[in-house]
């Protein structure tokens, strides 16, 4: 079975800091990875994936996320945080061996950024 | 959300009384999905379609049931609401393989009392 785990239920940041969200998870085989971020009373959006190729994976608003095969890890970060960074993050898992099994999500971090 | 569309956005139940949620895409995608969000739980996966008149078990089945009988509509039916299914209900579609992976609406605010 597949799962993702977000150890931080909130994560606090300043401005302008480097932020940093963790993700472990896991699953038979490969695995495809997604970040997405929900802002108030919206839908999840797309912020990044990773299938193969290179560990670390660029996506919007200038977040990447550092995928780590030994650890099962795939963080996500920004070298620099804004305020308007501020929302829910869910990391998400499916496996290159699930067929049409659907992505399992992780319990979500906020992400709070202060000016 | 471009896509996928749900309604009602808002909904206030009493215990006991039946609705039926519905999800609308224009993507022509075979998946959809229903998931549930509560604090603390993140999206748990109610039931989901792999294409037309097809319907699959989640992780969160019970006391739901869906339809699935044009393409373009997947349907959340609660039969006898209970206050445990006070929650935020958001319909997906698309496929991990897809290079977005998923597509969300915007979500069905449900309150049962």
């Known amino acids: 079975a597949q799962s993702v785990a977000q150890p931080e239920d909130q994560v606090n940041v300043a401005e302008g800091n480097p932020l940093t969200v963790k993700c472990t998870y896991s699953?038979?085989?490969?695995?495809?990875l997604f970040w997405y971020v929900q802002y108030p009373n919206r839908g999840l959006q797309f912020l990044l994936k990773?299938?193969?190729?290179?560990?670390l994976v660029k996506g919007s608003y200038g977040f990447e996320a550092e995928f780590n095969k030994s650890q099962t890890s795939f963080h996500l970060k920004k070298p620099s945080a804004l305020v308007s960074d501020s929302a829910l993050y869910f990391c998400?898992?499916?496996?290159?061996?699930?067929?049409?099994?659907?992505?399992?999500f992780g319990k979500g971090t906020r992400l709070s950024v202060i000016a | 959300n471009a896509g996928v569309t749900q309604t009602p956005k808002f909904r206030v139940l009493k215990t006991g009384q039946s609705m039926t949620l519905l999800c609308a895409q224009d993507?022509?995608?075979?998946?959809m999905y229903w998931y549930r969000q509560d604090p603390g739980m993140g999206l748990r996966l109610i039931h989901y379609?792999?294409?037309?008149?097809?319907?699959a078990k989640g992780e969160v089945p019970d006391g739901y049931n869906v339809s699935r009988l044009k393409k373009q509509n997947f349907l959340l039916g609660l039969e006898s609401a209970a206050p445990s299914q006070t929650s935020v209900y958001f319909c997906?579609?698309?496929?991990?393989?897809?290079?977005?992976?998923?597509?969300f609406g915007s979500g069905t605010r449900l309150t049962v009392v």
């Open positions: 699953v038979s085989g490969n695995p495809y």
């Open positions: 997906a579609i698309g496929n991990h393989r897809d290079r977005k992976g998923y597509t």
């Open positions: 993507m022509n995608h075979e998946y």
């Open positions: 379609s792999v294409g037309e008149g097809t319907t």
């Open positions: 998400a898992v499916s496996g290159f061996k699930s067929g049409n099994t659907p992505l399992v």
């Open positions: 990773y299938i193969t190729g290179d560990n």
